[in-house]
């Protein structure tokens, strides 16, 4: 799948955290598992179905704690197009 979509010029994308939220493990659970597996450009994996409720709640604790440590939050097209100060993407 990735092979085809990149002969058709598209670019694919992936994350490397993913609290497995639809699990509905909870909270705490979600905050924690995020936390802990979260590095400098990390892409996050959220449900917005089953565990909605507890995604949420946990969401404003996520970007509160990686705020406070002067994590950036953008889109994956920002990511896409960023450029560091060496010049690479």
Do not use: C, H, K
Not at 45 to 59: G, M, N, S, V, Y
């Amino acid at each position: 799948m990735i092979r085809a979509a990149r002969l058709a010029g598209m670019t694919t994308i992936g994350w490397d955290v993913d609290p497995r939220d639809y699990e509905t493990p909870g909270e705490e659970a979600i905050y924690r598992r995020v936390i802990d597996g979260v590095r400098p450009g990390s892409i996050v994996l959220l449900d917005d179905r089953r565990a909605l409720q507890q995604t949420a709640t946990a969401l404003e604790r996520i970007l509160a704690t990686l705020g406070s440590a002067e994590y950036r939050f953008v889109t994956v097209s920002a990511l896409l197009a960023y450029e560091g100060d060496d010049g690479e993407r």
